[in-house]
């Protein structure tokens, strides 16, 4: 059974840093292309960031330079170092294998929560 598990988030002040981990159990880690996305309240789940099973990456325009996606296979983990965070960047912010830029292939996991106050 396939489990995404994310941990990490926190109440943090504008211009702080947090690093979000996310462990996927269950399937093949290394051969999976992995994506950070994150959601607000009445809007649609967006990518953040994505990372390729080759470790090349790829961010939202609203993230770049500020956000790093980083994977260890050993560890089945998949992280996302947030700098110079903005209150924008509040909202649950969850990972998953990414079958496509749209679409993911396992149930979501519970999320973190992230705050940023201003």
């Known amino acids: 059974q396939v489990q995404l598990v994310e941990s990490g988030g926190d109440l943090v002040q504008a211009g702080g840093s947090l690093r979000l981990s996310c462990v996927l159990s269950g399937s093949i880690f290394s051969r999976n292309a992995m994506g950070w996305y994150r959601q607000t309240p009445g809007k649609q789940r967006e990518l953040v960031a994505g990372?390729?099973?080759?470790?090349?990456?790829n961010y939202a325009d609203s993230v770049k330079g500020r956000f790093t996606i980083s994977r260890d296979n050993a560890k089945n983990t998949v992280y996302l170092q947030m700098n110079s965070l903005k209150p924008e960047d509040t909202a649950v912010y969850y990972c998953?294998?990414?079958?496509?830029?749209?679409?993911?292939?396992?149930?979501w996991g519970q999320g973190t929560q992230v705050t940023v106050s201003s």
């Open positions: 998953n294998a990414m079958r496509t830029t749209r679409s993911v292939e396992f149930d």
């Open positions: 990372i390729t099973s080759g470790g090349s990456t």
